[in-house]
């Protein structure tokens, strides 16, 4: 038999229960330097709390009928703050204060030294998530661009040259990821659309020198952020998406359906898979499978069901458990009505 046709994933997370955070400090920000207050269990039993509460996430996804599944990211305080803080050369305890033009300040690591991954960060995540399904399992990464963006540079001449270290650190993660059992590797990537002009210059080199010698299937993550944090109207197109066709992942994550983004976009990813955003995390209403059918089909019109993976249009984190689960089952079951139509 061949694989799935219009293989089901999640992005990434999927929601932390309210005993193990605190959802109404998660609610008002994406950290960037660590956030250890979040945690609503004591040090000692902490450990103990995410297994549990990342085998409450594994199964519901397994339970809603998702083919690829991850852990979650339940043991993270956002999708990259983990990675990127426990790699040298970088300060979280003295960081940068940023100031935004609305006089918004925002924490930010400080990178005071050369960047280098020395010891594996997300490594027992893949174990356990690996022991503890049979399902197709990934993993995801901050993407090397992304973690340049979130940082206050005060050693590297130049930020590529800092990037390319990022990207060092990632790739070497990457191939311990994959002897641990990993199926596919995903970076997330959202920062290549914030700063497009500097992506444009050494983005796609980063990109491929952290997935370099990586032989599962790759993904690279673009979005618009969080519908939770991002609120009001969305762009309907990317700035940096066609040149992701260059890059050596075999997928590219793309968010369609709170942006109702033209997905003639998908013609400029021809060589690729796309893992295609049809659940919209901004709306609290539980799609119907006939929706999401509707929306898959809409993508279909430009690529084969071989090379489209439905998805939500980003990570669940934000949302209320029994909602995210609700739209992870939509998601199956309206790819499952497809399919029965191929």
């Avoid at 970088?90 to 925002?106: A, H, K, M, W």
């Avoid at 503890?132 to 990934?138: C, E, G, R, S, W």
């Avoid at 444009?200 to 990109?207: E, F, G, H, N, P």
């Avoid at 940096?240 to 003639?264: C, M, N, R, Y």
């Amino acid at each position: 038999m061949g694989e799935t046709l219009l293989q089901t994933t999640v992005v990434g997370s999927y929601p932390q229960p309210d005993w193990l955070v605190n959802r109404a400090m998660l609610s008002k920000v994406v950290p960037r330097t660590r956030y250890r207050e979040l945690w609503r269990v004591e040090e000692p039993y902490l450990e103990q709390a995410q297994d549990d509460a990342t085998l409450l996430a594994i199964r519901d996804m397994e339970r809603a009928g998702i083919d690829i599944v991850t852990d979650g990211e339940i043991r993270r305080e956002s999708y990259s703050n983990r990675f990127a803080t426990a790699l040298e050369g970088v300060d979280d305890e003295n960081p940068f204060i940023l100031t935004n033009r609305s006089g918004n300040t925002t924490p930010v690591p400080r990178v005071v030294g050369k960047i280098k991954r020395t010891a594996p960060v997300e490594l027992r995540d893949m174990q356990f998530l690996r022991a503890n399904t049979a399902k197709l399992a990934k993993i995801t990464l901050p993407g090397p661009f992304t973690m340049g963006q979130q940082v206050k540079n005060e050693f590297y001449k130049d930020n590529e040259e800092m990037c390319m270290d990022y990207a060092a650190a990632v790739n070497a993660e990457a191939h311990d990821l994959v002897k641990a059992g990993a199926d596919v590797i995903q970076l997330d990537e959202p920062w290549l659309r914030n700063n497009p002009e500097e992506a444009s210059r050494y983005a796609v080199k980063a990109i491929n020198r952290a997935l370099q010698g990586i032989t599962v299937p790759t993904v690279v993550h673009l979005c618009f952020g969080y519908a939770a944090v991002v609120t009001g109207l969305k762009p309907t197109g990317y700035s940096f998406l066609p040149q992701l066709s260059d890059t050596i992942a075999q997928q590219i994550s793309i968010e369609s359906a709170q942006p109702k983004i033209d997905l003639g976009v998908l013609k400029d990813l021809a060589p690729k898979k796309v893992m295609l955003g049809v659940i919209d995390l901004s709306d609290p209403a539980i799609e119907t499978p006939q929706k999401v059918a509707e929306r898959i089909r809409a993508g279909l019109k430009y690529m084969s069901a071989e090379k489209l993976l439905p998805a939500p249009d980003c990570g669940m984190k934000y949302l209320p458990r029994a909602t995210a689960f609700g739209k992870l089952k939509a998601l199956a079951e309206g790819a499952a009505l497809v399919r029965k139509e191929l």
